[in-house]
C-alpha cells in the first residue's frame, strides 16, 4: 500500500508541474520547460532510487528463503521501472568458504596469463608434493588419483594413440585441473610432432612450445577423410534415327585418407560418401584397394606393380585452410603418371592437366576412425 501511495504522490505531482507549465504566460515558455525537465529528472531519479531499494530488498527475502515476499517486492520494483534488474551491479553477500564477490572472483581470473602454472600452484601442497585431482565423495574403489604419474601419462597416450588423436587429449584436459596439467605434457605434443614431421622438427623454435607447433604448424589431419565432389555433362551417342542425341551428368568423388605413419589411402567412385567413408576405416579394408604410398610434406606417389612395367602416379597438392577449420583443404597442383619398363629401363611420363575437373579436396572429420585405440603414442 505504501507503494502505491508512492506511486499515486509522484503522478499527481508530475500532473501539476504540467497543469502549472501550461498556466504559464508563452514569454516564460522556455524557463517553465527547463523547469519542468528538471523536475522530471528529480521524479525518475527518485523513482529509479525506490525501485533500486526493493529490488535488492527482494534479493535480500530470498536468500533468506522468503520467496513469496520476494516476489512481492520483486513486482513493485519492476513496476516502477522495468528494466530494474539490468540497472543495478550487485554482488552476492561473500559466502564462509569463499572470500570477494563474483566481480571480484572474474577480475582475478582474467589476470591469470599462465594458466598450467597457477593450476600446479594450487595443486601443490605443504609439503612440496602435487596431487593431481581427489575424490569428489568417499567411496571403497580405488579412485585415480591414486595412480602414479607414470601411469596416468602412460593412459593418456592411449588415449591419443597411434592415431594421433590430440582432439580427444583436449577434452580429456577439461575434466579437471590435474588433467589439464597431464595434458599439457610437453613429451606428449612432442612425439606427436615426431610423429607428423620426423627429423623435420628436432627444433621447436620459432614455437614457444610442442603445442603450439602442432597446432600451428601446416599438416594433414588424420582423424577424418579428404573428400572431393566433381560434376560434368558429356555427350553421348546419337540415336540410331538421327533425331538425337544424349548427354549424360557424371558425378563421381574423390577420397583421400592419410595415415600417420605414412601411407594413403586414395579412391575414386561414382559411390555416396556414407558409404564410402566406413570403408576407408582400416588400411586393410577388402572394399578399396590399398596402395602402398608414402607422401612427404605436400606431394606423395602411388605405386601399382604390373608384370611388365611399373606405373607410378605422382601427386602435388598444397595444402590450405578455408572456412573455420584450419589445414582442412587440399588444393591439385600436379599429377602425372611414369611408367617404367622392366625390358628397356625406359621410363615414360605422362602429366595430366590440373583442370576444373581437379576440384579441391576438403576435409570432413570422421569419429569412428579414432573412436577405438589399438596402440599407444
Known amino acids: 500500500e505504501n507503494t502505491e501511495d508512492s506511486d499515486l504522490q509522484m503522478e499527481l505531482s508530475a500532473f501539476r508541474a504540467k497543469w502549472m507549465s501550461e498556466l504559464q504566460p508563452s514569454s516564460g515558455g522556455k524557463k517553465s520547460v527547463s523547469k519542468f525537465a528538471d523536475l522530471k529528472r528529480k521524479q525518475d531519479i527518485a523513482r529509479e532510487g525506490k525501485a533500486r531499494e526493493l529490488f535488492l530488498k527482494a534479493v535480500e527475502e530470498e536468500q533468506n528463503g522468503a520467496v513469496y515476499e520476494a516476489i512481492k517486492y ?25 572470500s570477494g564477490s563474483y566481480l571480484e572472483d572474474n577480475e582475478n581470473d ?29 567411496s571403497t574403489q580405488l579412485h585415480i ?6 601411469v596416468l601419462m602412460y593412459i593418456f597416450r592411449w588415449v591419443v594413440s597411434c592415431d594421433l588423436d590430440l582432439r580427444a587429449l583436449e577434452q580429456l584436459s577439461l575434466v579437471c585441473r590435474g588433467f589439464y596439467i597431464c595434458a599439457r605434457d610437453p613429451e606428449i605434443w612432442r612425439s606427436a ?23 600451428e604448424r601446416p ?7 579428404y573428400i572431393s565432389k566433381t560434376s560434368y555433362i558429356r555427350q553421348g551417342e546419337e540415336s540410331l534415327d538421327g533425331f538425337y542425341r544424349a548427354w549424360h551428368q557424371v558425378e563421381y568423388y574423390r577420397y583421400l585418407r592419410f595415415f600417420p605413419d605414412g601411407q594413403v589411402m586414395m579412391l575414386t567412385t561414382p559411390e555416396d560418401p ?3 567413408v566406413p570403408r576407408l576405416r582400416s588400411k586393410n579394408s577388402r572394399y578399396v584397394q590399398t ?23 605422382h601427386v602435388g597438392l598444397q595444402l590450405s585452410s578455408g572456412g573455420r577449420q584450419r589445414f582442412n583443404k587440399l ?4 599429377h602425372s603418371c611414369h611408367i617404367t619398363y622392366r625390358s628397356t629401363g625406359e621410363t615414360i611420363v605422362t602429366a595430366f592437366d590440373v583442370d576444373k575437373m581437379y576440384t579441391p579436396l576438403f576435409f570432413a572429420r570422421v569419429k569412428s576412425y579414432t573412436a577405438f585405440s589399438e596402440h599407444p603414442l
Not at 145 to 150: D, H, I, K, N, V
Not at 299 to 312: D, M, Q, V
Request: aromatic residues 14%; positive net charge; proline residues 7%.
Open 74 to 98: 520483486y513486482k513493485s520494483a519492476m513496476q516502477l521501472v522495468p528494466d530494474i534488474e539490468f540497472k543495478i551491479n550487485y554482488s552476492r553477500t561473500p559466502d564462509p568458504d569463499r
Open 110 to 138: 582474467r589476470e591469470i596469463d599462465d594458466l598450467l602454472t597457477y593450476f600446479q600452484q594450487q595443486l601443490t601442497l605443504c609439503d612440496g608434493t602435487m596431487k593431481l585431482c581427489e575424490p569428489a565423495t568417499d
Open 145 to 150: 588419483s591414486a595412480l602414479p604419474f607414470e
Open 193 to 215: 610432432c615426431l610423429r607428423v614431421w620426423g627429423r623435420s622438427c628436432t627444433k621447436m623454435l620459432p614455437f614457444s612450445s610442442w603445442r603450439e607447433m602442432f597446432l
Open 219 to 225: 599438416r594433414v589431419r588424420f582423424d577424418g577423410v
Open 274 to 276: 556414407l558409404i564410402t
Open 291 to 313: 596402395f602402398s604410398t608414402k607422401y612427404q610434406r605436400s606431394r606423395f606417389c602411388r605405386r601399382n606393380p604390373a608384370p611388365e612395367a611399373e606405373h607410378t602416379f
Open 331 to 334: 588444393v591439385w597442383i600436379h
